[in-house]
């Protein structure tokens, strides 16, 4: 006989008992849950009232930011949809990132990164700038003093690579005296510069490094072929650095021919791809 005797099962009526008092415990639990939940959503104690903006902010002001976005927020601190509120933010003018957390009981902090503006982009007049990084962005422009940033021409896609080219050209063309007011990247791929004085310098394609070199070969022999003329490198108009073997260029006062691009290069322009010959 086996020391450990087996239990008779319940009957079925205990067992019904029991499994229907289970059901109404669990229904029980659920409604408390689902009313403790709808408590929560209704309560005007967790509804957002509270919106810190933390970060260095220089063209958005704390208010304007608070005022533009609160309104898109739907839900209170436990519902807000974050992802949702965090491009929101990003929609802002100036502001380039945003990270948005929940801080108990009703409020969001927001860390923000503007951007940093580089350059204007494309046409006069628009709202559209370069940050550091090469990034095109909707930014209004008005708190930026007339003339402070060069403009940047050519497909958004480039707009990085034209940053890159700038800040390589403007070293190199500083010995010249005025700064690039306009850099533009052709329909045909070539580049050309418009500086302060209004000169008109085509640069032609090609790979930078090359381009770089025929800038600096203008710069090095400028100053000895615009003496020639009776002029200083200030008298600069136009300078086509196309041209394997040299460049053409207009000084003012120095008649050449019409057009954009000469059809033959002006006195000093031949001297300028002599020299270069010779060289």
Known sequence: MNAAATLPAAPL???LMNLTATILFV???VAVFAAAGAWLVRNPVFAIGR?????DLVHTSAVALRANVAPQLVGNFFTVDLEAARRAFEQVPWVRR???HREFPNGLRVDLLEHEAAAY?????????VDSDGEVFEAGADDLEPGSLPRLVGPAERSAEMLAMYR???PALAPLGPDIDTLELTGNGGWRVTQDSGAVLELGGGEPDAILERVRRLVNTLPRVAQQQGRGVEALEYADLRHQSGYALRLRGVTTVNGDVPARPAPAARRAGQNQRRG
């Not at 982009?121 to 700038?129: K, N, Q, V």
């Open 51 to 55: 919106i810190a903006v933390e970060g």
């Open 13 to 15: 009526d205990v067992r």
């Open 98 to 100: 945003a990270q948005v």
């Open 168 to 170: 390589r050209l403007a």
């Open 27 to 29: 229904g029980c639990a």
């Open 121 to 129: 982009w494309g046409a006069e007049g628009g709202s559209t700038l």
